[in-house]
């Protein structure tokens, strides 16, 4: 799991279509309908969001090169995602991991330990 060096900007998860409710949301692009998606744990959305805000922030310079830099694979119009990112509502602050992991980190709404959010 990974820390990024940047955050979401205030209100971005709202104006990205996430209802709010739950501190960790995972943020995804799904091939299958060519979509973004995020999922908290308890609710799922996929092609519900603001594809245009979701792919304008990770086309960012600083977000690109974090992303390959460390090769995470948040999902294209060809292939499923390899990461997510894991957004903290509360701060703004994003965090990448597997997909397993990520999954697992929104059921629980926890960090894992040694990783501080």
């Known amino acids: 799991m990974l820390k990024a060096p940047f955050r979401l ?12 409710g739950r501190r960790f949301v995972g943020l995804f692009w799904e091939p299958c309908g060519d979509e973004a998606c995020y999922d908290d744990g308890e609710r ?14 990770i ?6 090169q974090w992303l390959d830099d460390n090769g995470l ?3 294209s119009s060809d292939e499923a995602a390899q990461h997510w990112l894991i ?12 997909v397993r992991e990520a999954r ?7 960090l894992p330990s040694g990783i501080s959010g």
């Not at 957004?87 to 597997?98: C, H, M, Q, V, W």
């Open 44 to 57: 799922y959305a996929c092609g519900m969001s603001d594809n245009w805000l979701y792919l304008g922030f």
């Open 9 to 20: 900007p205030d209100g971005w998860l709202r104006s990205f279509g996430y209802p709010g």
């Open 73 to 75: 694979d948040l999902g």
């Open 87 to 98: 957004a903290d509502a509360s701060t703004g602050e994003l965090f990448s991991a597997p």
């Open 104 to 110: 697992a980190i929104v059921r629980a709404q926890q």
């Open 59 to 64: 086309r960012q310079p600083q977000v690109r």
